[in-house]
């Protein structure tokens, strides 16, 4: 019985001790709390919704000519991630061109 008490004492402190230095020990390396070179989050979301995109839209739109032209162009992108396929491929199902996989099963 005693070797055994020790043994979860033993264990106990250790945790314990193991505690202590993951709670304590960056207020000691660190005491401020922020990187030198910290960048805000809001930067970083900004930068990241920036790049979201691998080619941007026009701000007037596509016609359908051009809107054919870019879906072939864009072949390796999708729709999710390019706002120029988007904005292609929201002119042609507009036109009446495209019809989307969703609307094939309800006619």
Do not use: N, Q
Request: aromatic share 4%; glycine share 6%; charged share 20%.
């Amino acid at each position: 019985m005693p070797a055994e008490l020790m043994t979860l004492t033993v264990i106990a402190a250790v945790v314990a001790g193991m505690g202590l230095i993951v709670y304590f020990l960056p207020s000691i390396i660190d005491p401020d709390g922020t990187p030198e070179s910290s960048v805000p989050a809001g930067e970083i979301l900004h930068r990241v919704a920036s790049e979201d995109t691998c080619h941007h839209a026009p701000e007037i739109g596509y016609t359908v000519d051009d809107a054919h032209a870019m879906m072939r162009e864009r072949l390796d992108c999708t729709i999710d991630r390019c706002a120029a396929k988007r904005m292609a491929y929201t002119t042609l199902v507009e036109s009446g061109r495209i019809v989307p996989a969703s609307e094939r099963h309800v006619r």
